[in-house]
């Protein structure tokens, strides 16, 4: 199983001054699903151009099962489907006549092409349009058509660049189903790119997250949890009945407690260095709160995301003016968790012009 | 190879089934109908002074209100090649469907060369479709029958008419590439081909009067240079280029292209030129047009091959 099928070298792209990727070495085994995640212009579509060869990296290079993808992008694209971001199709030609084209492309003879794409047709459940003209589809049909697409050259490795943008929860819920299906059913190994964290913790099996060119953190997705809590990182989100503002202040004095915000929704995130849950509970108690909610965070990757976000933004910043970094934590201003890194930044910058 | 196959034979399909070559086809028959009919009408006035090559000159009379089939060619030509190339690639990028035929297994130049050779083959057949067009039913029409050497002629000219075809093809591939929008690069080749059809002649008779001008003391002596240098700069623009080799092609009886001396003229025998001489006299033409068709390509080649394909 742990086999490894795409594998790059210090990856780097520059475009000018500015590094997409920036020396990117991955390993992804046979049969998984991975997820590249990362906001948008981290570098993630170009990574995966890299990979089939449409660019050339600045330097470095990968591999995908022993073919090198600048040098032998031929061999490389007849094992590798590619699902595009906003995928298209011509449009006076019909959905089945789009995939037999596909299937010429690839030199299949004409009985496997009509056979392939009827199932395919079948599978992602578009037989009923697949005689209508490409044009009048909706951007949800498209997206299954294009994975369609990428299944008529029965690809062993499939690279898809947002798969899931643009698509209604029902759809959704099939494509979560299908891309599973892909890997574990027909073993295919799937490398995703999304910014859509929810989907990806779904279906991935590993993920990577991708700040400016970088691969900051990769890893298992409980296993990127854990390692935030060994850093001395807990998360925990709590509600109370009564006016939650005084409990800020006093949360922010106990010891143990690095930063204390209040969500949208009146709830309170509390960041600390340990497990604090048994004692919340008495400190509140003593207080004369009534707790409502409580619970650790940390699990999910929204806060993972978050946090190395944060890292990454403080480390990039520390970079460029040390003094910087220990007013990191005390600046979030109350806008609780939705507030990004970039913000943070932008606003540090507002208020510190020096810098 | 099969990669080529397939995408040439989409263009193919394309093109035939599409809108655009349908009334390219049709604007050009009605054309070819009419110049025809004009030319018919013209044609005892046409044949006064010599009763050889008469066929020839269904091609090359202009009736009373309309143009010789010849001149709508040379001017219609660039309409089709620009028509059908401008948006061979931008199109594709806006439609999302590069990136997606860019990651099969085919090489990346396999995409370009597929739709230049499409539209060639789309003006090859429209030329010569054409021109049997314009030969049979000027042979219902007139009883006339074309001789071999005619024959000759007409199909050298058809050969390099599509030739002609197929340099504004290469240059609206080239926009194609370069320019983002198919509007951009379909304006950017009308207004190359408007300038090289219409102000190529004034630009060059400007700059030959501005460095041998034919006024003042040097008049002249200036006289054999200026338009030895107003021809040469007409003949960079493909049309002056047509024109000149069409008018050769098809009247056997123009022997030079260019100046012709006194000298040079005392003592020549009137006679038609053979379609050998003809050729012989027009073979730079053909192999400049030809070679301004392939850098055109090479350079729409280059551009598109250095491009980063991106959805």
């Not at chain 1, 037989?127 to 697409?149: E, F, P, V």
């Not at chain 1, 990004?340 to 507002?350: F, G, L, Q, S, V």
């Not at chain 2, 739709?115 to 029409?141: D, M, N, P, Q, R």
């Not at chain 2, 005619?150 to 093809?169: N, P």
Request: proline fraction near 3%.
């Amino acid at each position: 199983m742990s086999e490894t099928i795409i594998q790059t070298f210090g990856l780097t792209k520059d475009y000018g001054e500015v590094k997409a990727v920036d020396t990117l070495d991955l390993t992804i085994q046979r049969g998984e699903i991975f997820g590249l995640l990362g906001p948008n212009g981290a570098g993630k579509t170009t990574t995966t151009l890299m990979l089939l060869g449409l660019t050339d990296p600045t330097s470095g290079h990968a591999v995908i099962e022993g073919h090198d993808c600048t040098k032998d992008p031929l061999d490389v694209k007849k094992i590798v489907g590619y699902l595009p971001d906003n995928v298209g199709f011509y449009p006076d030609m019909t959905g089945r006549q789009n995939l037999i084209f596909t299937g010429q492309m690839n030199s299949l003879d004409k009985e496997t092409c009509e056979s392939r794409s009827k199932e395919l047709l079948e599978r992602v459940g578009m037989t009923y349009a697949a005689d209508r003209k490409a044009g009048t589809y909706s951007r949800g049909m498209r997206q299954r058509l294009g994975i369609a697409d990428v299944l008529m050259k029965d690809p062993e490795i499939i690279i898809m660049d947002e798969p899931t943008l643009g698509i209604d929860p029902e759809g959704m819920r099939e494509l979560t189903k299908l891309i599973r299906d892909l890997a574990v059913k027909d073993g295919r190994t799937i490398l995703l790119s999304s910014h859509q964290l929810y989907q990806v913790q779904e279906i991935c099996d590993r993920v990577g997250i991708f700040v400016e060119g970088k691969l900051i953190a990769c890893g298992r997705i409980d296993e990127l949890g854990r390692q935030l809590q060994s850093e001395g990182l807990f998360l925990m989100d709590l509600q109370v009945e009564q006016n939650s503002d005084p409990l800020v202040k006093l949360l922010s004095a106990k010891e143990g407690v690095t930063k204390v915000t209040k969500n949208d929704n009146g709830s309170l995130h509390i960041e600390s260095t340990r497990d604090l849950r048994k004692e919340m509970i008495s400190f509140l108690m003593m207080n004369n709160y009534t707790l409502l909610d409580m619970h650790q965070r940390g699990g999910d990757l929204e806060e993972i995301y978050r946090r190395y976000f944060e890292k990454a933004g403080e480390e990039i910043d520390a970079a460029g003016k040390n003094s910087e970094a220990g007013s990191a934590g005390n600046d979030g201003r109350g806008k609780g968790t939705k507030q990004t890194w970039r913000e943070r930044r932008a606003n540090r910058r507002k208020n510190n012009p020096g810098v | 190879m099969s990669g080529f196959t397939a995408l040439y034979r989409k263009e193919l399909t394309d093109h035939f089934s599409g809108v655009r070559v349908f009334l390219i086809f049709c604007l050009m028959f009605i054309v070819t109908a009419m110049s025809l009919n004009g030319a018919i009408g013209n044609l005892s006035d046409a044949i006064a002074d010599s009763k050889e090559y008469v066929f020839l000159k269904l091609f090359t009379t202009s009736g009373d209100s309309i143009y010789s089939f010849t001149t709508f060619l040379g001017f219609f030509g660039p309409i089709i090649g620009i028509a059908l190339g401008f948006d061979a690639v931008n199109n594709e990028k806006s439609q999302g469907t590069l990136i997606r035929i860019a990651s099969q297994p085919i090489y990346r130049d396999a995409i370009i060369n597929a739709k230049f050779l499409a539209g060639c083959t789309v003006i090859f057949v429209l030329t010569f479709v054409l021109g049997g067009f314009e030969t049979g039913v000027g042979i219902i029409k007139t009883g006339l029958r074309p001789g071999p050497e005619e024959f000759g002629r007409i199909f050298i000219y058809l050969l390099f008419s599509a030739v002609y075809c197929c340099v504004w093809l290469a240059m609206s591939v080239f926009f194609s590439v370069i320019c983002k929008h198919a509007a951009t690069a379909a304006i950017s080749g009308i207004s190359i081909w408007l300038f090289l059809t219409m102000f190529m002649s004034l630009a060059a008779q400007g700059i030959a009067n501005a460095i041998f001008p034919l006024t003042g003391w040097g008049a002249y002596y200036n006289q054999y240079k200026n338009y030895s240098l107003q021809i040469g700069l007409n003949r960079i623009s493909p049309y002056y280029l047509y024109s000149e080799a069409v008018s050769i092609i098809m009247d056997p009886s123009s022997r030079s292209v260019g100046l012709v001396t006194e000298s040079q003229y005392s003592g020549a025998v009137v006679s038609y030129l053979s379609i050998g001489q003809s050729v012989l006299l027009i073979w730079p033409h053909l192999v400049a047009m030809f070679a301004i068709a392939v850098v055109l390509f090479a350079i729409a080649y280059v551009c598109f091959m250095k491009q980063e394909i991106r959805a």
